[in-house]
């Protein structure tokens, strides 16, 4: 098969998990739609919504029949991408949130990453810019080029940036059962993703498309800001490598501390002081157990963070549109 016809014929399955998302859809689904490679399945997931957001999506499907609306009770994240996974035909899955916003040729490029990897590569990601409710972007951070074997970085913490920006294999996400529904059961939803990412890289290699394919959109009531449902999530998964990679502590008690600086410097760059005294208080208390190996210092060093809230440039072109104007105006 050669990589022609493969960008132009391999079916790939879409996954976007919708709650409440009337005010997004139309402009996730408009980008979606968009993609320079035709060939894909867009699999919604209703998952108990009680607004509109089900009719948007039908009105989407009415247009292009390559949409399809599943409706669940609500089951949280994991358990919505999973049944879209399980009703998916295409040999790769592409996750995005109800939020998110792609550049037309994201899945081109990776679709071609991946087939010219081989069986061997299991997961293609690519970097995102934050954008804001109006799909302005706000900044482009420093983004890593890691590929290949990737388990020791990735135990640091989840360097493929959000839900919205892998392409994986359907057989290999299968292989490892998919999202972990029970992190929402246990009060730490948040870090299914990176779960899962860490699963597929114990069997495949990774690759990266090297630019800014994704819009990933923060806004006050998303899941991310749930800063302690959050941390639980991340704690959650850490303890369940623990086990599993059992001469790998080191990387994951750093990246635990390299979590909550993240967390403090996205805070404050945001002017949420309440939240950084809630950060600054679980820090010092986490100092004392797990991160004193890891810092080898008394005190966690996000603290000097507060010492950076003098203006900071935005990296890229803050207020550019993520997308051309003309695009992402597909009328439903």
Known sequence: MTIRSTRDGELVSVVIPAYNAEGTIDETLASVREQTHRALEILVVDDGSS?????????????????????????????????????????????????????????????????????????????????????????????????????????YGNFVGNGSCALMRKDAVLAVGGYDPSLRARGGQGCEDWKLYLSLARTHRFGVVLDYLVGYRRLPEAMSADIPQMLRSDALVRAEMRNAFVHHSKELDRGRWLYISWLLEREIESGTWERCLALLAIAEKEDDNMLRAATRKGRLRARFALRRLKARPVRGTPGRPFLAPQLGEIAA
Request: aromatic content about 4%; glycine content about 8%; some cysteine.
């Open 51 to 155: 607004d509109a957001t089900a009719a948007r999506v039908e009105a989407h499907a009415a247009a292009d029949r390559r949409v399809r609306l599943i409706r669940q009770e609500n089951g949280g994240v994991a358990k919505a991408r999973n049944t879209a996974i399980a009703a998916a035909k295409g040999a790769f899955i592409a996750p995005i949130d109800a939020d998110d916003l792609w550049r037309p040729d994201k899945i081109e490029r990776q679709l071609r990453a991946i087939v010219e990897g081989g069986a061997e590569v299991g997961l293609v990601y690519c970097w995102s810019s934050t954008i804001d409710a109006h799909g302005l972007v706000t900044s482009q951070d420093d983004t890593p080029g890691y590929d290949g074997d990737v388990i020791p970085l990735l135990l």
